[in-house]
């Protein structure tokens, strides 16, 4: 908005200020709530621009900083990837977008830190509550027994953590499920006829990792598939494409292979043309968050797809919450199974000793609705795959509808 507009309109925000002494939004809380971090001379031009363009702080920021406290109207995310690397994840930047979505409704600011581990996250938190430069933080990459969460919990940091609630103490937590989300690609994979499944995770110490890990071990050994192999990575595409070299060069290669995130799937695609192998015909993939990257390769994609912006969105709705002290409930997430034209039925093996084959049947209904009901191997009560043009199962709010690529069951 600019200033000529905010006068006519009557709604002068922290943005007005910002661009009429020429600082930054974070400079103008500062300034504003007479914090350290901005120079005497930047803080008298901050304050006359405020009483220039009559500018009233927003009640709900007021209620984040908190009059007792004296905090700036910041929130803090501390998070720990190499800064390159940070810059290439879908997720992480379409998540901060939604962050920041709701902090412009409130007149809000973001601090983003990087660093190296949680050793110095800790410290990070610990330096900026202490003083007084955020009111509150996101807490993300949450590991299992992870230290910041008696840590902070200690110094009495307003917080939200973006993991399943085993995992995150006492904070308020929002999370995917992950577990269900697993089960649904495994069930479908199965219903295809794959029985020899594969998975490139990320660190091997994150929660969310060691939850996906464990619900496919527990999916496969449910529908009496093979074993699944599990690789893990630093999410980083060089990574992500030399697991995928060791597990298509295997003896016992996987006919189908789940991606933690969309870069180590793209990587993985890479490796699949490389050797030779075609995509879905020798090999099925499946990423997660189904960015546009899933979108934009040939082929495209299929992907564990969920509103990553609504979700950023909600996190930082919920801190609002933990500051005003307003009672709600964690959130869950599930992210829906996305079809495109990186899965399809492997091609046909001589079956092992002892193997059922897996034999989708698709039955038709009389409303145009059609579903997959699964074959004589797979547990009676076991969840259908969807394939229709509407949301796959029970998803959480903000979950994107199921877009069909290319017929997935057609013969190689």
Do not use: D, N
């Given at each position: 908005m600019s200033e000529a507009r905010a006068r006519r309109t009557g709604r002068v925000t922290i943005r007005d200020v910002a661009a009429r002494a020429g600082v930054s939004r974070g400079a103008v809380s500062l300034a504003f709530n007479n914090r350290p971090g901005v120079s005497e001379a930047t803080r008298e031009r901050i304050m006359a621009a405020v009483a220039e363009l009559g500018w009233v702080p927003n009640q709900a920021a007021k209620k984040l900083s908190g009059a007792a406290t004296g905090a700036a109207d910041t929130v803090g995310l501390v998070v720990a990837r190499p800064a390159r690397q940070l810059g290439l994840e879908p997720f992480y930047m379409e998540s901060i977008s939604g962050v920041e979505s709701v902090l412009e409704e409130h007149e809000c600011s973001l601090l983003l830190h990087l660093v190296r581990d949680t050793?110095?996250?800790i410290a990070v938190h610990r330096a900026w509550w202490q003083a007084r430069r955020t009111a509150g933080s996101i807490l993300v990459d949450i590991q299992r027994n992870d230290p910041r969460i008696t840590e902070l919990a200690a110094i009495g940091l307003p917080a939200v953590a973006v993991g399943h609630p085993s995992l995150t103490g006492g904070f308020t937590s929002v999370w995917t499920d992950d577990a269900a989300a697993v089960h649904e690609a495994v069930r479908y994979l199965a219903a295809l006829g794959h029985r020899r499944i594969a998975r490139v995770g990320g660190h091997a110490a994150l929660g969310h990792t060691m939850i996906r890990t464990e619900a496919l071990n527990a999916i496969v050994a449910e529908l009496g598939l093979e074993p699944a192999r599990s690789l893990t990575t630093d999410y980083s595409g060089e990574q992500g494409a030399r697991a995928t070299r060791s597990l298509l060069a295997s003896p016992q290669r996987p006919t189908a292979i789940v991606y933690d995130n969309d870069i180590i799937a793209v990587a993985g695609l890479s490796v699949a043309a490389e050797m030779g192998l075609s995509v879905p015909r020798d090999i099925s993939l499946i990423a997660w968050d189904d960015s546009q990257l899933c979108q934009l390769t040939h082929p495209t994609l299929s992907a564990m797809s969920h509103d990553v912006f609504g979700f950023g969105a909600d996190v930082t709705r919920r801190l609002f919450d933990v500051a005003t002290a307003a009672t709600r409930r964690p959130a869950r997430w599930r992210?829906?199974?996305c079809c495109r034209a990186a899965a399809a039925r492997p091609r046909r093996t001589p079956p092992a000793d002892g193997d059922r084959a897996l034999e989708p049947r698709l039955l038709?209904?009389?409303?145009?609705?059609?579903?997959?009901?699964?074959?004589?191997?797979?547990?009676?009560g076991a969840a259908p795959f969807v394939p229709a043009e509407r949301p796959c199962g029970a998803v959480g709010a903000g979950a994107v509808p199921y877009r069909a690529g290319v017929p997935l069951g057609a013969a190689p």
């Open positions: 050793a110095q996250e992210p829906p199974y038709l209904r009389p409303a145009g609705e059609a579903r997959l009901t699964p074959g004589p191997a797979l547990r009676p």
